[in-house]
């Protein structure tokens, strides 16, 4: 299984982007979906998961700003992320918890992550 986590790059302040991960490989089903953030010197935390009945919370921090969304049908999810600011520069990782064909567990798997960079 992998996620390939997509979208990132350089913006103004104020200014859009919005970030893809796809899953690929022997998935059975995705169960949940997350997106995390690093910035430099800081500790990974999570900007917005959705939930195994699609329940969404965000990070108070992107709250009203960004909106993620899946689509199980594609294996995908995004991340829009609107009126960004330099406070929201950082690798911005994908996260899945899932079952994979023929295994009895969920396994949880890690996107390669994405660039986020906003200048003032």
């Known amino acids: 299984v992998q996620l390939q986590a997509s979208g990132g790059g350089l913006v103004q302040a104020g200014g859009s982007l919005r970030l893809s991960c796809a899953a690929s490989?022997?998935?059975?089903?995705?169960?949940?979906w997350a997106w995390y953030r690093q910035a430099p010197g800081m500790q990974r935390e999570l900007v917005a998961d959705i939930n195994t009945i699609g329940q969404i919370t965000y990070t108070d921090s992107v709250k009203g700003r960004f909106t993620m969304a899946k689509d199980y049908a594609k294996n995908m999810a995004y991340l829009e992320m609107n009126d960004l600011g330099p406070e929201d520069t950082a690798v911005y990782y994908c996260?899945?918890?899932?079952?994979?064909?023929?295994?009895?567990?969920?396994?949880?798997?890690w996107g390669q992550g994405t660039q986020v960079t906003v200048s003032s």
């Open positions: 490989g022997s998935i059975y089903s995705i169960l949940t």
């Open positions: 996260n899945a918890d899932l079952y994979q064909l023929g295994r009895p567990r969920t396994s949880n798997h």
